[in-house]
């Protein structure tokens, strides 16, 4: 307790105050616990915060006691002095043990700043030392570099030196060579001169002596001369041009045949010709009553509906459609497939189905005609001409399919103007059109070429193209290349084996019958029909026939061929003979 008191109290003024308020309280015993109470709330009243503990002190002491004497007061004053100075003592002893310690700090921090110091100092010694060392080493190789680059120029500068003595004796040499040479011309020059006179008078005296045997003068001399050397430059200006005529042609040939060939192949179509029916089948022959009707009026309702002809005959099973048109020999057979699955057969019925199949016809035909267009790259057609295309499906020339046909003339007509540099879009339309006129032959005179190309003229198409329409069968003079390459790209469809399908046995017959016509001659060998029968080639023997003979052999194997034939276009026949020579060297 005397610890804690010397730790909070102090000798001060303010301290009197209390301790009196204590002694007067001692006086005074009746009231001792009040008083000792109100020396305890002034003492924790007091703002400094180191009498609380006293006070608390004495407020517990005071009471458990009901007197407080003097000597009490005087011995706590006493304990309370002591415990100050002792409080004092030991705050400077300790002040004294901070400073120390701080001197000792700070010494230590200073001894380790110095310590710092004095390695920065030699790191930065080493560093100068090691940069001074690098910058002499940089100076040296620096000035090693110079040097090298010096000599190196020196040595430039002595082979420069030796270059131009050794041009400065070369040029000596030739001015040398060029003094000797212009002696040497000089003295050729003379010579020359002396000659040419030599020769004048040779010449002179040449003329004279011509002039005298021929009699001629020197203007008449010359006009012969020019005119014999005219009449032998016109024979080899023929034989040029004659020359150079076959080699054209054999060039246009070769590279024409290329130019067929690379578009054919580049075009591999199926040729599935298609025929258009014109047959119905019928379940049994009751069908055939029914379609009659009585007295015949369904048959004639169905005819005047449809514009065609019923053929009912005795064959089982069947009843034919004939018409003209293809369009409408198809409706024509449509219709009655649905009538004859449908059984309600009269006039009524028919002309209900008639007009459903009419406008699914129509809507057919132009999804035809657009595919076809699609197909063929061929756009901004006007719409007749769309639904005139559409058509062409229904049309088949020697069982080929028109508009298949049409298709494929594109395809190479097109193909054919890219390899000549030319637009293949236009071609490619005029090969699509070339036979629309097909499609409404049957609804105006005249040929189809010339249809076509009144049609296509009259819906706007371009002059190219309606020219082609017009001319691609040879009919009229061509003045168009796009028409020329239509045609060879139609002759090459409409011409190829399968496109226009023959029956098998006939097309075996026709070529037997071409090679039999040609093996009947004298001297022939072997005889091969090519080109689907348009193309014949015949091997004669070199012992029994001559050339003159292989032509004449030619000649009647193709008058044979007419006579006794009967075919589209032309045969071309070509007779071979080869002569071989063998013989042993011993």
Not at 62 to 81: F, S
Not at 215 to 233: F, G, I, T, V, W
Request: with cysteine; net charge negative.
């Amino acid at each position: 307790m005397a610890t804690l008191l010397v730790a909070n109290f102090r000798l001060s003024g303010k301290t009197l105050a209390p301790l009196g308020k204590l002694s007067g309280v001692g006086s005074r015993g009746h009231d001792s616990r009040a008083s000792v109470d109100s020396t305890f709330q002034a003492f924790a009243g007091s703002e400094t915060l180191k009498y609380r503990p006293v006070a608390l002190w004495f407020h517990l002491k005071l009471r458990g006691r009901h007197i407080v004497t003097q000597e009490t007061v005087i011995a706590v004053v006493v304990t309370a002095t002591l415990s100050a100075v002792l409080s004092a003592l030991l705050v400077k002893f300790l002040d004294r043990l901070r400073k120390k310690d701080a001197e000792t700090e700070a010494q230590r921090i200073l001894d380790k700043s110095n310590t710092e110091i004095t390695n920065r100092r030699k790191e930065f010694e080493l560093d100068l030392k090691e940069a001074e060392i690098k910058q002499k080493a940089d100076a040296e190789a620096l000035l090693g570099k110079q040097r090298q680059e010096l000599h190196e120029r020196e040595r430039t500068l002595d082979k420069r030196d030796d270059q131009l003595e050794q041009r400065h004796e070369q040029l000596n040499k030739q001015e040398k060579m060029v003094e000797s040479n212009q002696r040497r011309l000089a003295e050729r020059i003379e010579d020359t001169n002396r000659r040419n006179d030599e020769l004048a008078k040779l010449l002179d005296l040449q003329r004279q002596t011509l002039h005298q045997m021929s009699n001629l003068s020197e203007e008449e001399a010359k006009d012969r001369l020019l005119e014999m050397l005219e009449k032998q430059l016109v024979r080899e200006q023929g034989a040029l041009i004659q020359k150079f005529d076959r080699q054209l042609e054999e060039v246009c040939e070769t590279k024409a045949r290329d130019m067929l060939i690379t578009s054919i192949q580049r075009y591999a179509a199926t040729h599935t010709a298609e025929t258009t029916t014109s047959t119905v089948d019928i379940p049994n022959d009751e069908m055939k009553g029914r379609i009659i009707g009585r007295e015949g009026r369904n048959i004639r309702a169905f005819e005047k509906i449809t514009g065609v002809d019923v053929i009912i005959d005795d064959t089982p099973g069947v009843v034919i459609v004939s018409a003209f048109d293809p369009v409408r020999r198809e409706i024509a057979r449509i219709t009655l497939d649905q009538l004859i699955a449908d059984g309600r057969i009269h006039p009524a019925r028919i002309e209900e189905i008639f007009g459903e199949v009419q406008n699914d016809m129509e809507k057919r035909i132009r999804k035809l005609g657009e595919d076809a267009a699609q197909e063929a790259g061929v756009m901004g057609l006007h719409e007749r001409v769309v639904h005139l295309l559409g058509r062409l499906h229904f049309r088949t020339s020697y069982s080929q399919n028109v508009l298949r046909h049409s298709i494929e003339v594109a395809f190479l007509t097109g193909m054919l103007a890219e390899e000549m540099g030319m637009d293949g879009d236009l071609a490619r339309r005029a090969g699509l059109l070339h036979d629309i006129g097909k499609a409404a032959d049957h609804d105006a005179e005249g040929g189809h070429p010339k249809i076509g190309a009144d049609l296509l003229k009259r819906y706007g198409e371009n002059e190219t193209v309606v020219h082609a329409a017009l001319g691609h069968h040879d009919d009229i003079r061509i003045e168009q290349p796009y028409t020329v390459i239509c045609a060879a790209a139609d002759a090459c469809s409409a011409s190829r084996p399968g496109a226009r399908r023959e029956t098998l046995d006939r097309y075996i017959k026709r070529m037997e019958e071409l090679e039999t016509i040609a093996n009947e001659f004298d001297g022939v060998v072997q005889a091969f029909a090519i080109q689907a029968g348009r193309e014949v080639r015949v091997m004669v023997s070199a012992k029994d026939t001559s050339d003159e003979s292989a032509a004449k052999v030619c000649r009647d194997i193709a008058r044979a061929f007419e006579q006794k034939l009967t075919y589209p276009g032309e045969i071309k026949v070509t007779v071979l003979r080869e002569v071989r020579v063998t013989d042993m060297a011993r």
